[in-house]
């Protein structure tokens, strides 16, 4: 496994399990953050500038799409970040605020984000660690 695949797999597997955590351990705090942060252009603004920076930096250091399930996904989650940045900056607020508060508030479905970036944290994560070992 290429040297960039691991470490990108590291990186994005300890990144998605922290993030996992954080969700799950505080909903209420992530709920009242994510509608006031997008409620603030200038802020979404910045925080979209450092998202396509990461996002072009993945896609331009990783745009594998073969060599096996762990580096088609991290270079999925690349150009994943980087649609998520172009969304952000060319968005209308009130837009920007329904995409991404509305899913956020239905009650029923919050914990399936943190499961779902837990579970993919772990994979990148076990796949990054185990590379190591070969």
Do not use: E
């Not at 990144?15 to 992530?30: F, N, W």
């Not at 980087?82 to 899913?103: C, D, M, N, Q």
Request: charge should be positive; aromatic fraction near 12%; include cysteine.
């Amino acid at each position: 496994m290429p040297t960039h695949t691991r470490f990108l797999s590291k990186l994005l597997g300890l990144y998605c399990l922290i993030m996992a955590a954080l969700l799950a351990a505080d909903r209420a705090s992530v709920l009242a953050t994510v509608d006031s942060l997008t409620r603030d252009r200038p802020l979404m603004f910045v925080v979209g500038i450092f998202t396509l920076f990461a996002g072009l930096a993945m896609v331009l250091v990783h745009n594998v799409w073969s060599g096996g399930a762990l580096a088609v996904v991290v270079t999925l989650l690349g150009w994943l970040t980087l649609a998520k940045a172009l969304f952000i900056l060319l968005l209308a607020p009130a837009s920007a605020t329904g995409f991404y508060a509305y899913p956020l508030h239905l009650g029923v479905s919050y914990f399936v984000y943190p499961a779902v970036s837990a579970a993919l944290g772990l994979y990148l994560a076990y796949g990054g660690f185990r590379g190591n070992s070969r």
